[in-house]
């Protein structure tokens, strides 16, 4: 039997119109988790200021809380590059399906987990060495896992088709070869920490720098005049 717009019953069950959903709820609900980490995180890592801190004189508050606040700066940084990572791969994404959606979950769970990282994160700056070595490695695992869900949210969209059909086949590569560069150099980041674990942390930040500077994707002036 026809259905309303003159397709047979069984048209809508078709493989094909699994595609036919676009991006537009997808990223709308990743910012929203990236606006309550964002949140919580503050939350979590400011709470315990200079406004807590009893019997100390202000100077003396603000310096013994400096791990809070320098696990609250490189997590927004490191947050705040994956929130622009993740907005300029999906402007490429014009559909999407169920595995799609699964994978931009799986970078959403990592995400989310940043916020309980950080925290770890600096009340063990102060610890031993064994402290600050273990919630290291349970920060890169954080960041680590991000990288390699969003390369493979990346892999599958290409393969799927799901990007749009005007991408440049060399653009497409070119921003494959960035996003994979990235779980390399987190690796890199958390080898130091054997040395210096603060010295790690000041390599991540290094790592969103390099990241937040304008990669493929961008176009250059002569390309955005030749186009206009």
Not at 42 to 48: D, N, R, Y
Not at 64 to 76: E, G
Not at 99 to 128: E, H, K
Request: proline share 4%.
């Amino acid at each position: 039997m026809a259905g309303a717009d003159g397709q047979g019953d069984g048209y809508r069950y078709e493989r094909g119109r699994e595609k036919a959903r676009d991006a537009a709820r997808v990223e709308t609900f990743s910012d929203g988790v990236f606006g309550v980490v964002l949140t919580v995180m503050a939350v979590e890592l400011l709470q315990s200021g200079p406004a807590r801190e009893g019997g100390r004189e202000l100077p003396d508050a603000l310096a013994h809380a400096w791990p809070s606040y320098l696990a609250f700066v490189i997590t927004f940084a490191i947050a705040g590059q994956v929130w622009l990572a993740h907005h300029n791969l999906w402007r490429y994404v014009v559909r999407v399906d169920q595995m799609l959606l699964v994978l931009n979950l799986l970078v959403l769970l990592f995400i989310a987990t940043i916020p309980f990282t950080a925290d770890l994160l600096s009340d063990n700056l102060r610890g031993g060495a064994t402290e600050q070595r273990l919630t290291a490695a349970l920060y890169l695992g954080t960041v680590l896992g991000e990288s390699l869900f969003v390369n493979l949210s990346w892999w599958w969209a290409r393969r799927r088709g799901l990007l749009n059909p005007a991408l440049d086949p060399r653009l497409a590569r070119a921003v494959a070869r960035r996003i994979l560069l990235k779980p390399f150099l987190y690796l890199l980041a958390f080898a130091v920490v054997f040395v210096d674990p603060i010295l790690s942390l000041c390599a991540y930040l290094l790592l969103v720098a390099f990241y937040l500077v304008g990669g493929p994707g961008d176009l250059r002036p002569s390309a955005d005049r030749s186009a206009a």
